[in-house]
């Protein structure tokens, strides 16, 4: 049923609608000729105007904070805010009718089976060369024909198995495809991103709406993907490869494998043996079957296309050439994204399909062709200029924004090498209402729409991934462009069933204990993650005990107590402010500028910040192994985040506040890696990260407090039982005073303490024990050998001859015992590294000079 | 002419090799004139499997992988190749080169498409306006191509110096022009770079020349290692054969192994490794008449 527009008054002052104002000549997506809301847009447009400006402002809100809580980002290279981007998405869908998408979807479907067919073609007979459908200069000019990669085998003639198509909807309400994506299109993840928010916050329009769900399309996905494995097991690996953590998309990489349940890899994690592709994991070489490759073509394989690359696998073209993986999208594919291919669609489909391509693409020129030269010439202010082939190797140029002497030079330059050259007219791009913070406003639509070869043709993702722009040509096609995304609404005109991408496979999966399959890259950053962790943990609970003293009343000796425990804080040694008659106070100040120093400064090497993004960092790099709640607490580790008003000198009783919260965040995230995470692997270097990490505070503070000689025991005492919460236990345990050989003996032996060296020490051991036995190695580890060594030390020492200090007050044993104690951390973490995490050695190219004679 | 070749190429590592993945083109071609009798391919440490195949110019390419600990890779081939008479390019000679650039920039059948890629610039061979210039002395209007590309060709034989220390595998075309000195690989990329800024197509070509000259005459430069020349698209009539290195039109002399765009498709030997530090490369080639 619909509802009439009379009920909406758009009219009203101060409501929604009442300044959206959409651009002379420009198609509007919610209201047509007239002002009058579209059919399509009409109950959405109502439900706003009831939420209301507060209502949508509240929702825009919401929609930033759940973003930043699921941590959704993009890299943009050399960005000045760093290179962590917060993902941007408007609280207002994009609608598009069932009439509407089913034209558009059958379109693109057409397009992604021509597409295919060409890529057929040109890797297998090159009919169309040989027809003149292509011209030969086009195919042989295009740096994408990789010729290594003619004659590769596809099963079931699919190359293209995913592709995405830039669309834009021009004044006259017609769609057109901008530009095609065909080796790993990125933007689906986003997409699913975008609607998991969206759903969340609009739920009620969501299932009014009748709304079609994502899912399908990642079944089909990986329902594809399966069924292409090479070799036919029930359970084939199927591997999503990325670029890394520098690369643009990387988040979306690491959602995608999470999502499809894909081992998320790097090029350095898999190796080419005989003709076999494998990954390396700390259980040993495991077979890959599929690839759904997110490296650009030339970057996949250094032997046979781009020489250097460091993010391919050298010897997987020859692998693929064998029939033993699958890479999809097939290696090669890359062709179809030249802006210099678009002329020639239209006869291509005709030639195959003896049908017209349903979907016209920009209107673009080769200048590779001397009639389109001509053309390009005579209307050269009106077009915008690209390269031809690569698209990603210059931005596009719109001739009419650039001064006269520039334009004839660019002219000059395109007849010089006509064939690199490529024109198209510029498309005014549709508007969509964006809520700006106060109101509404049209701004441009560009849509990114996919597709996923099934079963013998293509399906399309209902619904897609849009940018929206306040200006027509800063919309480019990059996963960057414009300044914020719009999730894409397709509304269907029945009841929408629910789909799960957990749904019961047709075939019963082989049961798995997450054996040894876990790639050593990622253990290694799981093993730095726990040491993060840990540092920030002790970090926190060292400063929090510095400025819970700060805040009581502090009498003469409680400077020094201060001075004591911040020496403890940090390797760099504390420069009081010097002077015969310094007032207490001043060093007071002193001390308090260098705890909001140690907090806030963000340059301060091993300051909280910097420990905190490396802690954000390593976590962003694994984080399709962290479960989502996990995921979220590390995101909320942010102290711009937490403590967005800065530090304020006079009201130190927030700074505890502060690292209270931090605190909780912290111990949240060991619980859930307590609870959640399965006794693999993974886990394991995880916590050994932290076990060593731990000791090795422990040992520092120890170190710190105890050797050096002191007037005053006490406040050492006290200090090194809280930063080590280990106060209760000795409340409890001794009910005396503090004495220096209970407490050594709590914080440095005692193996049922969680805190205590010792407890490490076992802890260790028997991670290390289970890894070897799962490597099926018997024989006494290096590992293994420096922790007994440790347990002797500890089991065997005697506290109170510790203690004991010589003739200048010095505790000149306990010294000797923590150094020796304190080698054996870092010599263990090496020795780990060497023996499970050295892999990513780069590769070199070896070129013969065979002809230098 | 029945040859026996030899051709062993040693890589000695700094540091050891642990992984490593190579493919080799040392496989002479099978052509009108030329039958490879036997050929084989050993290597050490032995690879488990040596696979072969066709690369898109119609190369044999044999690719292989070691994953066995190695400070030493020796790769040698030995091959009978028989060598006969090429046809006489007498019949070439009626093509004007003006012409057969025409039918480049307006292929219209398979031969020329597929020339077409000949045409182009490639990785290794970038034209500019001195190749342009170097070239055009030669390529008066209405010339024979062949008369022009035999001109061409003798003009770098004679005003370039043979000089191994002048360049190394990457230098440009312009530079070997400018410096007037390289090795036959420079030669052939410098008149390829040439040949394609007038619109027409060449092709490299990798191979061996015969080691001992026949009685009287001279020994050739290069014949003790692996060589280059080139070869230029006459229409109708095929590809032919010139070596600026030694100023000839080659005949039962040179033995092809490959060709390609520039050296850096037919490249003898190329690999990535893992490991290895600073190689030392040596190669030794022998051809003798059987």
């Known amino acids: 049923m619909t509802i009439s527009t009379e009920t909406v008054d758009f009219e009203q002052p101060g409501g929604l609608f009442s300044g959206y104002l959409p651009l002379a000549g420009v198609y509007d997506e919610m209201l047509g000729p007239e002002g009058r809301v579209r059919g399509t847009w009409e109950q959405f447009a109502q439900g706003l105007s009831e939420l209301g400006p507060v209502g949508l402002a509240q929702r825009a809100d919401q929609t930033r904070r759940l973003l930043r809580e699921n941590g959704v980002t993009y890299n943009v290279a050399g960005a000045p805010q760093g290179p962590d981007r917060p993902w941007e998405l408007d609280a207002l869908p994009l609608l598009l009718s069932q009439t509407e998408w089913n034209r558009l979807s059958s379109a693109l479907e057409q397009r992604a089976r021509l597409l295919n067919q060409i890529l057929a073609d040109l890797y297998g007979p090159q009919d169309l060369l040989h027809r003149g459908l292509l011209p030969a200069d086009l195919v042989y000019g295009h740096p994408g024909f990789l010729r290594a990669c003619h004659g590769l085998r596809v099963p079931g003639n699919v190359f293209l198995h995913l592709y995405a198509a830039h669309l834009a909807r021009q004044s006259d309400g017609q769609w057109r495809v901008l ?241 690199r050259y490529a024109a198209q007219s510029e498309v005014v791009r549709s508007t969509a209402p964006v809520w700006s913070g106060d109101r509404l406003l049209p701004w441009h639509v560009g849509v990114r729409a996919f597709a996923v070869a099934h079963r013998g043709k293509y399906s399309l993702l209902a619904g897609g991934l849009s940018r929206v722009s306040s200006t027509t040509d800063s919309l480019g096609e990059s996963m960057s462009a414009g300044q914020r995304s719009k999730d894409v609404w397709v509304l269907s005109d029945r009841p929408v069933a629910r789909v799960s991408l957990l749904q019961a496979p047709a075939k019963a999966v082989e049961l798995r204990r997450s054996a040894n399959d876990l790639p050593s890259r990622v253990a290694d950053n799981l093993f730095w993650l726990g040491r993060h962790v840990e540092r920030a943990e002790g970090m926190v609970r060292h400063i929090r005990s510095i400025v819970v003293r700060m805040t009581q009343e502090i009498h003469p000796s409680g400077i020094a107590d201060l001075i004591m425990l911040m020496t403890g804080l940090s390797d760099s040694p504390l420069t009081l402010p010097q002077g015969e008659q310094t007032p207490p106070v001043r060093i007071f100040d002193f001390l308090r500028d260098e705890v909001i120093d140690f907090l806030f400064d963000s340059s301060r090497p091993a300051g909280l910040p910097s420990t905190l993004s490396a802690l954000r960092g390593t976590a962003s790099i694994v984080r399709d192994r962290l479960s989502v709640d996990a995921w979220r607490i590390v995101n909320q580790m942010d102290l711009d985040l937490l403590f967005p008003r800065g530090p304020d000198r006079n009201r130190l009783g927030d700074l505890a506040w502060l690292l209270n919260q931090l605190l909780n965040l912290l111990s949240a995230f060991s619980g859930l890696v307590t609870e959640s995470m399965t006794r693999g692997a993974g886990w394991r270097f995880l916590d050994m990260g932290r076990r060593i990490e731990r000791a090795m505070q422990i040992l520092r503070l120890v170190r710190r407090l105890f050797v050096e000689p002191r007037a005053d025991l006490l406040p050492a005492l006290e200090s090194a039982l809280e930063v080590a919460d280990s106060s209760m236990t000795y409340r409890y345990r001794y009910l005396t005073t503090l004495q220096l050989p209970p407490v050594l003996d709590l914080l440095l032996v005692d193996e049922t303490n969680p805190r205590a060296v010792g407890f490490q020490v076992a802890a260790l051991a028997s991670h290390v024990r289970a890894l070897t036995v799962s490597s099926e190695d018997t024989r006494q580890n290096s590992e293994q050998r420096i922790l007994l060594g440790a347990q002797a030390a500890l089991r065997l020492t005697d506290v109170e001859a510790l203690a004991v200090q010589d003739v200048h007050g010095r505790r000149t044993r306990l010294d000797q015992f923590l150094e020796d104690l304190g080698g054996a951390f870092p010599q263990l973490s090496d020795s780990l590294t060497h023996t499970y995490l050295t892999h990513t050695v780069p590769s070199r190219q070896l070129t013969g000079m065979a002809h230098n004679l | 002419m029945l040859y026996r070749v030899s051709h062993e190429t040693v890589y000695d590592y700094g540091e050891s090799v642990s992984l490593c993945h190579n493919q080799a083109h040392l496989i002479p071609r099978t052509l009108d004139y030329q039958r490879c009798e036997a050929c084989e391919l050993e290597i050490s440490p032995s690879p488990p499997r040596i696979d072969p195949w066709q690369d898109y110019f119609g190369n044999e390419v044999r690719y292989f992988s070691i994953s066995e600990e190695h400070r030493r ?166 590809w032919l054969d010139v070596d600026p290195t030694n100023n000839q039109v080659p005949d039962t002399r040179h033995i092809t192994l490959a060709w390609g765009r520039d050296y850096s498709d037919v490249c003898p030997i190329q690999g990535v490794v893992i490991g290895g530090g600073q190689p030392a490369m040596r190669v030794a080639v022998d051809v003798s008449v059987c």
């Open chain 1, 179 to 419: 530009a095609d994506r065909t080796q790993g299109p990125s933007g689906a993840g986003y997409a699913v991103e975008n609607r998991v928010v969206l759903s969340r916050i609009l739920p009620v329009d969501f299932h009014r709406l009748q709304v079609e769900r994502l899912a399908p399309f990642f079944i089909a996905l990986r329902e594809t993907l399966l069924s292409s494995a090479p070799l036919s097991r029930d359970n084939p690996h199927v591997v999503l490869l990325s670029p890394g953590p520098r690369s643009a998309t990387y988040f979306e990489d690491a959602y995608l494998a999470r999502y499809l349940g894909y081992t998320l890899v790097e090029g350095g994690d898999l190796t080419v043996r005989g003709d076999r592709v494998l990954l390396k994991t700390l259980g040993g070489l495991l077979p890959v079957d599929v690839i759904l490759r997110r490296v650009p073509d030339e970057d996949a394989d250094p032997l046979e296309l781009k020489p250097g690359s460091q993010l391919g696998v050298p010897g997987l073209v020859h692998a693929v050439r064998k029939g033993k993986v699958v890479v999809a999208n097939s290696l090669g594919s890359g062709f179809l994204e030249a802006p210099a291919l678009l002329p020639f669609l239209p006869a291509i489909c005709r030639h195959y399909y003896s049908e017209d391509l349903l979907l016209p693409s920009v209107d673009t020129w080769w200048c590779g062709r001397p009639e389109d030269l001509r053309y390009v010439e005579s209307r050269f202010d009106e077009l915008i200029v690209r390269p031809a082939f690569l698209h990603r190797s210059a931005p596009p140029v719109v001739v009419r924004q650039l001064p006269r002497g520039e334009r004839s030079q660019l002219l000059e330059q395109i007849r010089r090498q006509p064939d």
């Open chain 2, 73 to 238: 890779l020796s790769v040698f081939v030995r091959s009978v190749v028989e060598v006969r008479e090429r046809p006489s390019f007498q019949a070439a000679r009626v093509l004007g080169w003006e012409d057969v650039r025409y039918r480049l920039a307006h292929p219209v059948d398979d031969e020329c498409r597929l020339a077409v890629q000949f045409a182009l610039p490639s990785r290794l061979v970038r034209c500019s306006s001195d190749t342009a210039e170097f070239a055009s002395v030669s390529f008066q209007p209405g010339r024979p191509l062949v008369d022009a590309v035999i001109e061409l060709t003798s003009r770098i034989y004679h005003e370039f110096r043979y000089d191994p220390t002048a360049t190394t595998v990457n230098t440009p075309p312009s530079e070997v022009l400018r410096k007037r000195r390289g090795v036959c690989q420079d030669f052939a990329h410098l008149e390829i770079a040439c040949l394609r800024s007038m619109g027409l197509a060449a092709r490299y070509v990798s191979g061996y020349l015969q080691t001992e000259p026949p009685p009287g005459q001279q020994k050739l430069i290069g014949a003790d290692a692996s060589h280059a020349w080139l070869a230029v698209f006459c229409p109708g009539w095929g």
